[in-house]
């Protein structure tokens, strides 16, 4: 069945580096793609988003990188800080009018200071 | 603007009992949703609507309505809460129809024993 998935389930990194999640994806119709970042006991806060027509995307220390041919889909943050700690979303829209997503599992990073 | 705010934060139900989780956003958005996040795992799609008097089943329906009576509001009723219910109920809303970012409310953690 299609489903979006992440490659690992936890990430720990030294403040100060950088941090990369990664998300794969099985429906090659997914048309729209959004990273999303939820802290303990809140919802989910958009981080970025990427069109299927684009590669890559850049925001204030995020950076998303789409690879159609392999149906991955990476997150990207700069000089990783304390406050970056938290479960990081994928979702993908499978094509349809209304915009549903569908979220992948997470991962969770975690800072070391 | 206050965003989507839901109410109550918090709930214990016994088994058998009905209950009705409240929604609202002031964006004027169109489409709103209901999602449910269990440990471990993504959010996954209960019921959405693309605009007042307009509802449609998402991927795990069971045992939820709704109704959309109102641009601003999207309740979810629980009509006999089962355990298998207990989880964390997240809303959201967009602008519209087709792909785009989704802002989340806080949350409401439920617990049926």
């Known amino acids: 069945g299609e489903s979006v998935g992440l490659h690992l389930p936890t990430l720990s990194v030294q403040e100060g580096d950088n941090s990369i999640i990664n998300c794969a994806y099985s429906n090659s119709a997914s048309d729209y793609f959004i990273w999303y970042k939820q802290e303990s006991g809140k919802g989910p806060q958009f981080i970025i988003d990427?069109?299927?027509?684009?590669d890559k995307r850049q925001g204030q220390r995020v950076t998303v990188l789409l690879n159609k041919t392999v149906k991955h889909l990476s997150l990207q943050i700069a000089a990783t800080q304390p406050g970056d700690s938290a479960v990081y979303f994928c979702a993908e829209n499978i094509g349809g009018s209304q915009g549903n997503l569908i979220f992948g599992k997470g991962t969770k990073l975690s800072v070391k200071p | 603007n206050a965003g989507v705010t839901q109410t109550p934060k918090f709930q214990v139900l016994k088994t058998g009992q009905s209950m009705t989780l409240q929604c609202a956003q002031d964006?004027?958005?169109?489409?709103m949703s209901w999602y449910r996040q269990d440990p471990g795992m993504g959010l996954r799609l209960i019921h959405y609507s693309v605009g007042a008097g307009i509802t449609d089943q998402g991927e795990v329906p069971n045992g939820y309505n709704v109704s959309r009576s109102t641009t601003e509001d999207f309740p979810l009723r629980l009509l006999s809460a089962a355990p298998s219910q207990t989880s964390v109920y997240f809303c959201a809303s967009k602008p519209r129809r087709g792909p785009y970012e989704q802002y989340f409310g806080p949350g409401t953690r439920l617990t049926v024993t």
């Open positions: 964006m004027n958005h169109e489409y």
């Open positions: 990427i069109r299927s027509n684009m």
